[in-house]
């Protein structure tokens, strides 16, 4: 078994531009194919359920174990986890860090084990506490408990493949822990097509290809981990799985944070009377559409630079760490502001063409695609936060994100009140991008005081002529739509308008000497 793992030597620490775009292109192009897969899976729910009861009951009986699952497995796992890997690869003999992942393996199994029980018990309080606006309907709350039990088993399968992937990342293999989320939107799209016509209501169907899915995608890790070495043991006292509980715990805190702020924005949405009916659905599907580019871009070179930056740092290369940041956020602005710009100028026309049939009315649209282009808005500083983020991590300073994820939660819960209000669910949306953006801005400043190295000069430049290209592109793609959009077929014509836009931004780059345009043959 140790003769599968070879520690890096010392001068395999430092990163190389190609050694990270080799990383971040395998997990884009894995992200790529589960994002295409999982807009067919949208599409299909949108078009079966649309924004009424069925689609409200599966999107708050989903996300009670999605957010369990992020509050326990893939965020605060892998940030957890592979610093530490990576440290005992780096600088341990194989055997230990063997033993390492043994004993991970199972504590995390056990913890993610007694959670999925005790969700499927307390479901009705759950669903009572995340969607009070649902006690007053029967039916609907009735539905919810029902399909929240079949699917709270998931963070289960989710925890166990999570932990798997942050050993596969930690030892440089990162395609195959990215395609597990398209194993689960294929199961979700069989679903959808084949079982939920086939049972009453449908919605139950879907949840149980979910749980479908969930297995393939935890099967899929199973035999690379053992490939490489890993072998399930019982090991429950491990020196460096302390460190990994010293680093889980701030960053469980973190990820709490978080999900409290979804869960604020859920209660409120659930509330027609101040989000509007079918805020929570509406929510759903805009956040969908902003995740895209976000999991392409900001979670593909923050996952595939953790491993490089936690080697950096336990080397102590903070010049050659700051280096690799620098180029990380460069590329994520370079990626992030065009994707942010044309959801925001082309929003009812792309959420029209993609959701706008069957149960999913008109209506359904001008309220998504205002959810859409407020949640847009704030692109840019969701991407720049997962790359900070991960750059504290990988420093083993998980305190500092938290601290200020929990006055951004406050931000964010002032913003709500006051907007909702006037924009209802669209206001939701916009004080999470406004206070995910002044959380974005403290984190870089943190940072520079951390390495006691300037950031922002070296940003503010690039940056500012990358915004100038988007904001021109903008422009170009609100000019193009307005001239082709009543001539050409409705899909044909965004496809068009999509890919000149791209043109003129590029086009632009040139013309202002961005240096992130040189990477674009790379990526392609």
């Not at 509050?71 to 194989?94: C, K």
């Not at 969930?214 to 491990?238: D, I, K, S």
């Not at 359904?364 to 936060?385: F, R």
């Not at 669209?426 to 984190?443: D, E, F, I, Y």
């Given at each position: 078994?140790a003769s599968r793992?070879?520690?890096p030597?010392?001068?395999q620490?430092r990163s190389?531009p190609?050694r990270l ?6 997990i884009s192009?894995?992200t790529?194919v589960?994002r295409v897969?999982g807009f067919v ?8 359920f649309g ?9 708050v009986?989903?996300?009670l ?8 497995a893939e965020g ?6 592979v610093?530490?890997?990576?440290r005992?690869r780096?600088t341990?003999a194989p055997?230990?860090?063997w ?5 991970l393996?199972?504590r995390?199994g ?6 999925g029980l ?8 759950l669903?009572?506490?995340i969607?009070?606006?649902?006690t007053?309907?029967?039916e609907?709350?009735a539905?919810?408990v029902r399909l929240?039990?079949?699917l709270f088993?998931l963070?289960?399968?989710?925890g166990?493949w ?5 050993l596969?990342?930690s030892?440089?293999?990162f395609?195959?822990p ?9 199961a979700?799209?069989a679903?959808c ?5 086939r049972?009453?209501?449908g919605v139950?169907?879907?949840?149980w ?9 935890l099967?899929m890790?199973?035999?690379a981990?053992?490939a490489?070495?890993f072998r ?6 491990h020196?460096g799985s302390?460190?990994?509980m ?7 805190v ?8 979804v869960l604020?924005?859920?209660i409120?949405a659930?509330?027609g009377?101040l989000a509007g ?5 509406a929510l759903?599907?805009a956040?969908?559409l902003?995740q895209l580019p976000?999991?392409?871009f900001?979670?593909a070179?923050?996952?595939a630079?953790?491993?490089t ?7 102590k ?7 690799t940041?620098?180029?990380l956020?460069r590329l994520?602005a ?8 044309g959801?925001i100028v082309l929003?009812?026309?792309i959420?029209?063409?993609c959701?706008?049939r ?5 209506a359904?649209?001008?309220m ?5 282009s407020?949640?847009a808005?704030g692109?840019?500083?969701y991407?720049?936060s997962?790359v ?11 305190r ?10 406050a931000?964010n819960?002032?913003?709500?009140v006051?907007?909702?209000?006037p924009?209802r669910?669209g206001g939701l ?6 206070s995910s ?6 984190l870089?400043?943190?940072?520079e005081w951390?390495?006691d ?8 430049k690039?940056v500012?002529?990358?915004g100038a290209a988007a ?6 793609a609100w000019?193009?739509w ?11 014509g965004?496809?068009v308008?999509?890919?000149g836009s791209?043109?003129v ?7 202002l ?9 790379r990526?392609?």
């Amino acid at each position: 078994m140790a003769s599968r793992l070879t520690p890096p030597a010392s001068g395999q620490v430092r990163s190389t531009p190609a050694r990270l775009a080799a990383s971040t292109r395998a997990i884009s192009l894995a992200t790529a194919v589960s994002r295409v897969l999982g807009f067919v899976r949208d599409l299909l729910i949108a078009k079966l359920f649309g924004t009424g009861i069925q689609a409200q009951a599966f999107v708050v009986a989903f996300r009670l174990p999605n957010l369990f699952r992020d509050l326990v497995a893939e965020g605060p796992m892998t940030t957890a986890v592979v610093p530490v890997l990576s440290r005992y690869r780096a600088t341990q003999a194989p055997e230990e860090f063997w033993r390492l992942a043994q004993a991970l393996g199972v504590r995390i199994g056990v913890a993610v084990g007694l959670l999925g029980l005790l969700g499927c018990i307390l479901a009705p309080w759950l669903v009572a506490v995340i969607a009070p606006g649902f006690t007053g309907d029967p039916e609907k709350f009735a539905l919810t408990v029902r399909l929240t039990r079949i699917l709270f088993p998931l963070i289960t399968l989710v925890g166990l493949w999570a932990f798997l992937g942050g050993l596969l990342n930690s030892l440089r293999h990162f395609a195959l822990p990215a395609l597990g989320p398209a194993a689960l939107n294929l199961a979700m799209i069989a679903g959808c097509l084949w079982l939920v016509p086939r049972v009453q209501p449908g919605v139950v169907g879907l949840a149980w290809a979910v749980m479908l899915g969930g297995l393939v995608q935890l099967g899929m890790q199973v035999p690379a981990a053992a490939a490489r070495g890993f072998r399930w043991r019982w090991v429950w006292q491990h020196e460096g799985s302390r460190d990994v509980m010293r680093l889980l715990g701030p960053r469980l805190v973190g990820a709490a944070v978080y999900q409290i702020s979804v869960l604020f924005d859920t209660i409120l949405a659930s509330i027609g009377v101040l989000a509007g009916e079918g805020a929570i659905a509406a929510l759903y599907f805009a956040n969908r559409l902003v995740q895209l580019p976000l999991a392409l871009f900001a979670t593909a070179s923050a996952q595939a630079s953790l491993p490089t930056l936690s080697e950096q740092a336990a080397v102590k290369d903070l010049q050659t760490f700051r280096s690799t940041v620098l180029s990380l956020l460069r590329l994520v602005a370079f990626e992030s502001l065009p994707a942010a710009v044309g959801l925001i100028v082309l929003a009812p026309s792309i959420v029209r063409i993609c959701f706008e049939r069957g149960a999913f009315d008109r209506a359904a649209t001008l309220m998504t695609a205002q959810t859409l282009s407020c949640l847009a808005v704030g692109l840019v500083a969701y991407a720049a936060s997962k790359v900070l983020s991960g750059a504290f991590y990988a420093l083993h300073d998980t305190r500092t994100p938290v601290r200020l994820a929990i006055q951004a939660f406050a931000l964010n819960m002032l913003f709500a009140v006051l907007l909702i209000g006037p924009l209802r669910v669209g206001g939701l949306a916009l004080a999470t991008a406004l206070s995910s953006s002044v959380n974005a801005w403290r984190l870089l400043k943190a940072l520079e005081w951390r390495l006691d190295m300037p950031l922002l000069p070296n940003l503010a430049k690039p940056v500012s002529r990358m915004g100038a290209a988007a904001c021109l592109m903008g422009v170009a793609a609100w000019g193009m739509w307005a001239v082709l959009g009543p001539r050409l077929p409705a899909a044909a014509g965004l496809s068009v308008v999509i890919v000149g836009s791209l043109v003129v931004y590029g086009a632009g780059c040139w013309l202002l000497r961005v240096p992130e345009l040189r990477s674009l043959p790379r990526a392609f």
